[in-house]
């Protein structure tokens, strides 16, 4: 999975400075305060193995607990009817 730009983004997140280029780039995302929210697109055989596995596993480089985290392939820019 790549990170990929979306027209929505007003933001770029830089990358660690304890990782290397390699592990790690820069992020565009959206943020509103409340919310950071990126989009990542899956080559060929990340949707293959998703598929058949139908599994996506999250790495979170944090190391000391699990921050509140969401993945989705809905859109989360559409305003609700309510």
């Known amino acids: 999975m790549?990170?990929?730009?979306f027209s929505e983004s007003n933001k770029k997140l830089?990358?660690?400075k304890r990782t290397t280029k390699e592990e790690c780039?820069?992020?565009?995302?959206y943020s509103d305060g409340k919310y950071c929210i990126s989009c990542w697109q899956g080559t060929f055989c990340d949707r293959l193995r998703f598929l058949f596995t139908n599994k996506i596993w999250l790495w979170v480089w944090?190391?000391?607990?699990?921050?509140?985290v969401k993945i989705t392939t809905e859109y989360p820019f559409r305003k609700n009817s309510e």
Request: glycine share 10%; no cysteine; charged share 15%.
């Open 2 to 5: 790549k990170p990929t730009n």
């Open 14 to 16: 830089a990358r660690p």
């Open 25 to 29: 780039g820069p992020l565009d995302v």
């Open 62 to 68: 944090f190391g000391q607990t699990q921050p509140p």
